[in-house]
């Protein structure tokens, strides 16, 4: 298995308040990403990373914030939360390995509920 | 812009059916990767596979085996003799590499296989 760990696995957090998932990394993989599940919408891209400090938004980028000091970790961060981030949340990684071969795998997600 | 569609939300099957899993995606790259996830009721996601944009030879895993077809766009999802612990959600995913130099990966909205006994 990939060695990719989230934390925390479970949060429950009442509206307005800052929240940070953590995802770390063993396999030195340049790239990093956080994804959010919700029913309907599959998995939606909220930010990745292609390297330390190097980071761009997804397709549902807004209320959320990334940072990326080392390979290994990449944080999520709620500023202030809202109802409607309540979601199961997945950390990915991948390296590109040539050209003909890339991998992806994923955390075991963060389930969230901002009350 | 590219999209993944997978058209069918829910399938419901019995046991040793066969089952197929549509999945339609577009992009104007010309290299790109394709993968299919599973994701069982514990929720994890399960890397089942990748095939690049450059192999259209399809793939069999013992239960398992996928179609890519370039003319179509598109990466089916064969399970024969399903079986109850087939029942999951199943995502088909597209992996690009855009011209800037970063990456993405763009899943489908998934299908909920369900197999009775």
């Known amino acids: 298995d990939a060695g990719i760990t989230q934390s925390p696995r479970h949060k429950v957090t009442e509206t307005g308040t800052p929240v940070t998932l953590r995802c770390h990394q063993t396999e030195n993989h340049r790239y990093m990403y956080w994804y959010r599940q919700d029913p309907g919408h599959g998995l939606r891209l909220i930010h990745y990373?292609?390297?330390?400090?190097?980071?761009d938004k997804g397709e549902v980028s807004d209320g959320y914030s990334v940072s990326r000091s080392k390979t290994e970790d990449f944080l999520l961060t709620l500023e202030s939360a809202t109802s409607s981030q309540t979601s199961v949340y997945f950390c990915?990684?991948?390296?590109?390995?040539?050209?003909?071969?890339?991998?992806?795998?994923f955390g075991q997600g963060t389930r969230l509920t901002v009350v | 812009a590219q999209k993944v569609t997978q058209a069918q939300t829910e399938i419901s099957v019995v046991e040793k059916e066969d089952v197929t899993l549509d999945c339609v995606y577009e992009t104007r790259d010309t290299t790109y990767y394709l993968f299919w996830y599973k994701q069982p009721p514990s929720g994890e996601l399960v890397f089942l596979i990748r095939?690049?944009?450059?192999?259209?030879q399809n793939e069999i895993s013992g239960r398992y085996s996928w179609n890519f077809q370039k003319s179509t766009s598109s990466f089916n999802f064969t399970i024969t003799a399903s079986q109850v612990v087939d029942s999951a959600v199943y995502f088909c995913a597209l992996y690009i590499l855009t011209q800037g130099g970063s990456e993405k990966l763009v899943f489908g909205k998934g299908t909920k296989l369900t197999v009775n006994p």
């Open positions: 990915a990684i991948s390296e590109e390995k040539g050209a003909l071969n890339t991998e992806a795998f």
């Open positions: 990373s292609y390297g330390v400090k190097d980071t």
């Open positions: 095939r690049n944009s450059f192999d259209e």
